[in-house]
């Protein structure tokens, strides 16, 4: 939505004083506003961080079940599986846990290629894990793609809500305010040759 009056300096400064009830009509409008895109991009947020959270335990859980499976293969078989796959496998799942406890939870980051890299260990533990880092690449595409479109709202990123006020009139109510009410207000209390105000 475009606006008329409202700045981001006037949304900086978190109240504007009302001139007109236009004005008046644009800063409720933008208040609106305002509150829908802070309650769309939290829940974005929320989306993303539950995704991140389940993927991890996803992989925690297969890796368990993974090893359970192989234990109970190799005593029905007495065949053991080979030491370097275990500690291959073992290693990649500790990078993929480090690296996205570092870069997902501590540093917050939602870079798509970030999130990509730092789930290919991942393979390490199975092959049939090789569509994390392809869901974490979408997934920071699509976060990434949403942050453009607030990022070109007014009030980024916070969407904070503004004071209204009418310093300059003595309406009741926004319905009474005019142009002609705050002339006759600024003129009572700023009198002056009757040039500025006409």
Same mark, same amino acid.
């Given at each position: 939505?475009?606006?008329?009056?409202?700045?981001?300096?006037?949304?900086?400064? &978190? @109240?504007?004083?009302?001139?007109?009830?236009?004005?008046?009509?644009?800063?409720?409008?933008?208040?609106?506003?305002?509150?829908?895109?802070?309650?769309?991009?939290?829940?974005?947020?929320?989306?993303?961080?539950?995704? %991140?959270?389940?993927?991890?335990?996803? *992989?925690?859980?297969?890796?368990?079940?993974?090893?359970?499976?192989?234990?109970?293969?190799?005593?029905?078989?007495?065949?053991?599986?080979?030491?370097?796959?275990?500690?291959?496998?073992?290693? &990649? &799942?500790?990078?993929?846990?480090?690296?996205?406890?570092?870069?997902?939870?501590?540093?917050?980051?939602?870079?798509?290629?970030?999130?990509?890299?730092?789930?290919?260990? *991942? %393979?390490?533990?199975? %092959?049939?894990?090789?569509?994390?880092?392809?869901?974490?690449?979408?997934?920071?595409?699509?976060?990434?793609?949403?942050?453009?479109?607030?990022?070109?709202?007014?009030?980024?990123?916070?969407?904070?809500?503004?004071?209204? @006020?009418?310093?300059?009139?003595?309406?009741?109510?926004?319905?009474?305010?005019?142009?002609?009410? %705050?002339?006759?207000?600024?003129?009572?209390?700023?009198?002056?040759?009757?040039?500025?105000?006409?």
């Amino acid at each position: 939505m475009e606006y008329k009056y409202l700045t981001q300096e006037l949304i900086d400064k &978190g @109240n504007v004083n009302i001139t007109s009830p236009e004005m008046f009509e644009e800063a409720r409008r933008y208040n609106i506003e305002a509150v829908r895109n802070y309650k769309k991009r939290f829940w974005i947020k929320v989306f993303f961080g539950f995704f %991140i959270a389940a993927q991890t335990l996803y *992989v925690i859980g297969w890796t368990l079940e993974m090893i359970q499976a192989q234990h109970g293969y190799e005593r029905s078989s007495g065949d053991n599986m080979a030491g370097w796959k275990i500690f291959f496998a073992a290693l &990649g &799942g500790i990078a993929y846990l480090a690296l996205m406890f570092w870069f997902a939870y501590i540093k917050g980051s939602r870079d798509r290629f970030t999130l990509c890299l730092i789930s290919v260990p *991942v %393979i390490a533990i199975s %092959i049939y894990m090789a569509g994390i880092p392809v869901a974490n690449y979408l997934a920071g595409l699509l976060y990434a793609k949403s942050e453009e479109a607030f990022s070109k709202k007014l009030g980024y990123p916070s969407f904070p809500r503004i004071v209204t @006020n009418a310093v300059f009139s003595e309406a009741d109510n926004i319905k009474d305010l005019s142009y002609d009410s %705050i002339r006759e207000k600024a003129r009572r209390d700023h009198p002056d040759s009757g040039d500025f105000l006409g």
